[in-house]
C-alpha cells in the first residue's frame, strides 16, 4: 500500500522569505500522480499544485515550485516571497492511476506560520 | 459553475443518533468520494462511488457507516448509532470521467459533525 510521509509537523517562514515543505512516498508503481493542496482555516481544501510522475520537469504554479525525485520518491514543495495568506495546512498527496487503486493518499500535513 | 457542495456544513448529534451527510458533486463529475479528517491528523480515504455503484470501500468502518450514489440527487454518507469517535469533519470529493480526469480531486468544504 502506497503511504505518504511528511516529517516536518510545523514550519514558519517570515514574508517575502522562502520555505522548503517535505513529503516522501512509498509505492511500487511507475506511474502516478502526486499533489499539494493547502488547507487554510476555513477547512477549504485547495489543489496548490500537480506532477505527474512520468513528468520529468518540475512543476511550477507562480510562486509555488516542487522538486520531484522520482528514485528517492521525494516530492518537496517550495513557496517562494512567502506571504501572509500563506499560512494553512499544507497536504502533500499521492493518487495511483491505476482504475482499481483509485483513492487519493494523504500525509499527516505540515503547518505552516507566517510571520509578518 | 458551482462547486462540489456539502451540507450540512457543521452537524451535532447525540450518542446512539443517526448522522446523514449529503454531497453534490462538480457538474459534469461521475466520481465521488468521501473522506475523514481528524483533528490535527490528514484526510483519510473512506469510500469512492459512482452513479449506483460503490467502487471502492476498503476505508469504510465494517459496522454503522454506509454510502450511496443515486441516479438522481446527492451522494450521502450515514453514520447509524453514533458515538463519540465519529466526530470529525468529513470532506466530499468529485472527479470527472474519462479524460478529462487529470487525477486531481475536487473538494467541498466539509461536514462537521460533532457527537455530544
Known amino acids: 500500500a502506497q503511504t505518504v510521509t511528511q516529517s516536518q509537523p510545523e514550519m514558519s517562514v517570515q514574508e517575502a522569505e522562502t520555505v522548503t515543505l517535505s513529503c516522501t512516498y512509498d509505492t511500487s508503481e511507475s506511474d502516478y500522480y502526486l499533489f499539494w493542496y493547502k488547507q487554510p482555516p476555513s477547512r477549504q481544501m485547495i489543489l496548490v499544485i500537480r506532477q505527474e510522475a512520468y513528468k520529468q520537469q518540475n512543476a511550477t504554479e507562480n510562486r509555488f515550485s516542487v522538486n520531484f525525485q522520482k528514485a528517492a520518491k521525494s516530492f518537496s514543495l517550495k513557496i517562494s516571497d512567502s506571504q501572509l495568506g500563506d499560512a494553512a495546512m499544507y497536504f502533500c498527496?499521492?493518487?495511483?492511476?491505476?482504475?482499481?487503486?483509485?483513492?487519493?493518499?494523504f500525509g499527516a500535513g505540515t503547518r505552516l506560520t507566517v510571520k509578518p | 459553475n458551482a462547486g462540489v457542495m456539502q451540507n450540512p456544513r457543521h452537524l451535532v448529534r447525540r450518542r446512539g443518533q443517526e448522522a446523514r451527510l449529503r454531497c453534490s458533486p462538480m457538474?459534469?463529475?461521475?466520481?465521488v468520494y468521501w473522506y475523514r479528517q481528524l483533528p490535527e491528523e490528514g484526510l483519510k480515504f473512506m469510500v469512492y462511488?459512482?452513479?449506483?455503484?460503490?467502487?471502492?470501500e476498503s476505508g469504510m468502518p465494517k459496522e454503522r457507516f454506509s454510502a450511496e450514489f443515486p441516479k438522481e440527487g446527492p451522494s450521502i454518507l450515514r453514520i447509524q448509532q453514533v458515538v463519540r469517535g465519529d466526530s470529525a469533519a468529513y470532506f466530499c470529493a468529485s472527479s470527472p470521467p474519462g479524460r478529462a480526469n487529470t487525477g486531481e480531486l475536487f473538494f467541498g468544504e466539509g461536514s462537521r459533525l460533532t457527537v455530544l
Open positions: 457538474k459534469g463529475h461521475s466520481h
Open positions: 462511488l459512482q452513479k449506483e455503484n460503490i467502487i471502492d
Open positions: 498527496a499521492y493518487r495511483s492511476i491505476m482504475y482499481n487503486n483509485n483513492d487519493m493518499r
